[in-house]
DNA sequence: GTTTATGCAAACTGTTTGCACGATC
DNA sequence: GATCGTGCAAACAGTTTGCATAAAC
């Protein structure tokens, strides 16, 4: 089955019509499995054939029916993932400062410390974005 | 020493002339102690007598001298803190996903677990951005 | 008097909305 | 054929910029 089709399915099981840009967004996010701001579409060449407010639209329409959530995000910009079960890993990424290799780590072993500094201030944690950055092992030698 | 003869001070030392709006603005980062946005103060009734474009240079203005830094934030507006001593350690903030405050966490205490889980992939940490989301008390009782 | 900050208006970016037309079911 | 999505234009919010005037040093 490929992406499309999987889409396709996705938005019948919600019972959104399947029309062109809905198509392409929900395939970008199946295929890119990461964090995708509607920037990161406008930029494409793909979306130059819509209306910007199509897309936001979309965005909107694919967030209420629960297909994608949008995620708090460092970033200037509103970020969105897929609520499917193979994107619900937790991890992050480390960068490196030289060669600007980026690097995922497996695991996130941090979520307990985070809920205790939270707890001091009053919070409860319900998230976070970590990145991080350094050096690799090709750049360490050198 | 109050905090207008702070901020007075604070000024002279960076060489920037000592104005209205921009002594506004300092007392309240010296005074409320915690990452404020340009919205924070757009709302307050004093600084409706200034043109708000004079409010955003001033922003930049204090940024590049360092008396203020931009600090990653979850918010949808860029948020600033003040530099100073108290402000100096490294740590990081939690924000509400209701109301929007923002909450300094006092420590920092995943280094540790991050090197580990950075030396996991032939990486070494030199440093990280790390941002919290969660609920504050009052949010929560609701 | 020289330098720098301000107010005002205009421009610019990202986003949202109203409405007529077109596509999907 | 009823419903819903789209393109287009206009509106909107937050921010930036140009320029003449005003304030700080």
Redesign the interface.
């Known amino acids: 089955m490929n992406l499309k089709e999987r889409a396709e399915i996705l938005l019948k099981e919600k019972g959104l019509r399947c029309t062109e840009v809905r198509l392409l967004i929900l395939e970008e996010f199946l295929k890119r499995n990461k964090p995708l701001s509607i920037q990161d579409f406008k930029k494409k060449k793909a979306f130059k054939n819509w209306d910007e407010s199509s897309t936001y639209r979309n965005f909107t329409k694919l967030e209420s029916s629960g297909l994608i959530r949008a995620i708090?995000?460092?970033s200037e910009f509103q970020h969105y993932e897929s609520t499917l079960e193979t994107h619900h890993h937790h991890h992050?990424h480390?960068t490196?400062?030289k060669c600007k290799a980026i690097?995922?780590?497996?695991?996130?072993?941090?979520e307990e410390?985070?809920a205790?500094?939270?707890n001091?201030?009053?919070?409860?944690?319900?998230?976070?974005?970590?990145?991080?950055?350094?050096?690799?092992?090709d750049c360490?030698k050198k």
Chains 1, 2 share one sequence.
């Open positions: 708090p995000s460092n992050h480390i490196c400062r690097q995922c780590l497996n695991d996130c072993s941090v410390q985070l205790k500094m939270a001091k201030v009053g919070f409860s944690v319900e998230g976070h974005t970590l990145e991080l950055y350094g050096l690799c092992a360490r």
